[in-house]
T-cell receptor, first 113, second 116 residues
Framework: GQQLNQSPQSMFIQEGEDVSMNCTSS?????WLWYKQDPGEGPVLLIA?????ELTSNGRLTAQFGITRKDSFLNISASIPSDVGIYFC?????????????FGTGTLLAVQP | EAQVTQNPRYLITVTGKKLTVTCSQN?????MSWYRQDPGLGLRQIYY???????DKGDVPEGYKVSRKEKRNFPLILESPSPNQTSLYFC???????????????FGQGTRLTVV
């Protein structure tokens, strides 16, 4: 089946540093999504990207939908301790009766105060 | 409060004993789905439903059943659970926007299932 390669698997950074993570795929997606999962909770949508080349910001978060539609990245600027969690990318394709969302394997982010 | 509610949050059961995990959403969303989360594998879709009485297999449907008799409810059924179904399960719902399906916007808090 389709797979999303998400990297890095984990990051351990100091508070105030910028963070970058990305996802690549062998398949084309219509939409790219980025989620954050806190311990003991379900994923929460951070940013959704709908068009190739689109660059979208949400506070300190910035994400881009790659031109080839096969990749996306997420940047977090000036990290703070509450940024700790697992970040997932997800690619969505839909057409007619088909609607599939594929998740990456996640990036574990640890922020040291 | 808009939410997706799963029950139970934690469940330990024995191999072969049928169980149901319930999922309910109060947002009138058309689209609902189930995922399982395993270490190193991320979230994998089990089943999804585009509307009442419309369900389809995701990537890992084996050993699971679902039903969508009402818009708000989407239970996950394990007829004969096995240890390899030990996992963290999430239900999600999403609205449909215009002519295309919207994104997965709301997840439940998860159900941690252990099959011994």
């Amino acid at each position: 089946g389709q797979q999303l390669n998400q990297s890095p698997q984990s990051m351990f950074i100091q508070e105030g540093e910028d963070v970058s993570m990305n996802c690549t795929s062998s398949s084309i997606f219509n939409t790219w999504l980025w989620y954050k999962q806190d311990p003991g909770e379900g994923p929460v949508l951070l940013i959704a990207l709908y068009k190739a080349g689109e660059l979208t910001s949400n506070g300190r978060l910035t994400a881009q939908f790659g031109i080839t539609r096969k990749d996306s990245f997420l940047n977090i600027s000036a990290s703070i301790p509450s940024d700790v969690g697992i970040y997932f990318c997800a690619g969505l394709y839909y057409g007619g009766a088909t609607n599939k969302l594929i998740f990456g394997t996640g990036t574990l982010l640890a922020v040291q105060p | 409060e808009a939410q997706v509610t799963q029950n139970p949050r934690y469940l330990i059961t024995v191999t072969g004993k049928k169980l149901t995990v319930t999922c309910s959403q109060n947002m009138n969303h058309e689209y609902m789905s189930w995922y399982r989360q395993d270490p190193g594998l991320g979230l994998r879709q089990i089943y999804y439903s585009m509307n009442v009485e419309v369900t389809d297999k995701g990537d890992v449907p084996e050993g699971y059943k679902v039903s969508r008799k009402e818009k708000r409810n989407f239970p996950l059924i394990l007829e004969s659970p096995s240890p390899n179904q030990t996992s963290l399960y999430f239900c999600a719902s999403s609205p449909r926007t215009g002519g295309s399906w919207d994104t997965e916007a709301f997840f439940g808090q998860g159900t941690r299932l252990t099959v011994v």
